[in-house]
């Protein structure tokens, strides 16, 4: 499984390099800039990317029903090339004091009152879509398109600015963090399964971001708990 996990033909995982997460408050506070800029559906886009863990090119394959939602991979290797891609649940972590944003932003796309940026749309159609006029078999242009509409807003410019190393991978890596790290951790095979890869790709990638802020804080929350 593992041999599977690294060997196949790269659709996005060769872009995704080991570029940090997202902090919770760096992850609200562009949520929050992107509402001041009536940018609601930027923020659609951006809170299901941070609060689910997918891929860009996963929201190519987004179904919403009932609440639950669940997506199909387009990630491609030697194991899964040939054959239909199985659906996976996926299930929003929510951020403390945020009022399960991210299960409410789930159901504005179900909903269809808020609606993702119309040139993302156009991308997921050209995919999906065999009508289209423009089609394509890659689902790489969707995740250049929320790159593209992520590098033209003012608070993710800064946020860049101050952390040169950020992509919107970071969106995706906020997700991972908040699932691994901190005090309502998830099993990592539970947190794996959600983000759609191999406990093995969790433990190789994902414990990089552990930075010594991070690092201080798991030991004081674990002797907090030993004196409480």
Sequence with gaps: EVIQELVGVAVES??????????????????????????????????????????????????VKGGEATVAGTKRNSKTMGQSAKRRLIVPLEIEGRGHEGQR??????SGLVRLPKAIRNQIARVMDASHPNPTDSFQAVGKEVRQQLKRFDHWQNLIAAQPELSMYSLRH???????????????RAAAKLL?????????HYGGWLDQESTREEAQRFNDAVAA
């Design 14 to 63: 060769a872009q995704e390099k080991l570029t940090p997460a997202l902090k919770d408050d760096q992850f609200t506070g562009l949520l929050d800039a992107l509402l001041d800029a009536d940018r609601k559906d930027l923020w659609l886009c951006v809170a299901i990317l941070g609060y689910t863990g997918i891929r860009p090119s996963e929201l190519s394959t987004l179904q």
């Design 105 to 110: 932003a789930l159901e504005l796309f179900e």
């Design 174 to 188: 906020a997700f991972a963090f908040r699932s691994t790290f901190g005090a309502n951790r998830l099993p990592v």
């Design 196 to 204: 759609g890869h191999h406990v093995a790709t969790h433990y190789r």
